[in-house]
T-cell receptor
Framework: GDSVTQMEGPVTLSEEAFLTINCTYT??????LFWYVQYPGEGLQLLLK?????DKGSNKGFEATYRKETTSFHLEKGSVQVSDSAVYFCALSENSGNTPLVFGKGTRLSVIA | GAVVSQHPSWVICKSGTSVKIECRSLDFQATTMFWYRQFPKQSLMLMAT?????????EQGVEKDKFLINHASLTLSTLTVTSAHPEDSSFYICSALGLQETQYFGPGTRLLVL
């Protein structure tokens, strides 16, 4: 079945550091790919998404590129802030999003001033 | 826009009692809602897909008689944990399918069964 593997956390960075959270996937078809963020005590929020190969999703300084050849969707941000501290989930959906999401285990990011 | 609420946000109950969790799409209609369960420091696992006006579709290993799902309107789905036991303690999260086939998540309900 479909699966998502993302790097184990926690990740601790200093403010303004560069962030990369790796995510790879296994799917039978051509899934849509997502990054969700969960701030402490809150529900999941969609951060960005990409629906086909070579698409780049971006939002709030974060970006990720759908790489079909490496089945990857790594999340990057050039300069993190303390407010980016959260748990980040990589996910896929076999269709554009109207089917249930398959999530990775999540990566906890802590940014220190 | 695209706000999903859950009620209650947390609940403590005695073993053997039933607990109902509501999931509402506040500013949009959702024919499809999903129920997930999240264990501490783990990912979300899909429990069931709820479609308005029809029976829910449960994932393998999820007891449909224990986790009753009702999607009676386009803005409300409920999950009832019947005869709850301590092993049912978890964080339950719903999502509602909105515009552009995007899932919008509720804030979650933390259930503790004593």
């Amino acid at each position: 079945g479909d699966s998502v593997t993302q790097m184990e956390g926690p990740v601790t960075l200093s403010e303004e550091a560069f962030l990369t959270i790796n995510c790879t996937y296994t799917a039978t078809g051509y899934p849509s790919l997502f990054w969700y963020v969960q701030y402490p005590g809150e529900g999941l929020q969609l951060l960005l998404k990409a629906t086909k190969a070579d698409d780049k999703g971006s939002n709030k300084g974060f970006e990720a590129t759908y790489r079909k050849e490496t089945t990857s969707f790594h999340l990057e941000k050039g300069s993190v802030q303390v407010s980016d501290s959260a748990v980040y989930f990589c996910a896929l959906s076999e269709n554009s999003g109207n089917t249930p999401l398959v999530f990775g285990k999540g990566t906890r990011l802590s940014v220190i001033a | 826009g695209a706000v999903v609420s859950q009620h209650p946000s947390w609940v403590i109950c005695k073993s053997g009692t039933s607990v109902k969790i509501e999931c509402r799409s506040l500013d949009f209609q959702a024919t499809t809602m999903f129920w997930y369960r999240q264990f501490p420091k783990q990912s979300l696992m899909l429990m069931a897909t709820s479609n308005e006006g029809s029976k829910a579709t449960y994932e393998q290993g999820v007891e449909k008689d224990k986790f009753l799902i009702n999607h009676a309107s386009l803005t409300l789905s409920t999950l009832t944990v019947t005869s709850a036991h301590p092993e049912d303690s978890s964080f339950y999260i719903c999502s509602a399918l909105g515009l552009q086939e995007t899932q919008y998540f509720g804030p979650g309900t933390r259930l503790l069964v004593l």
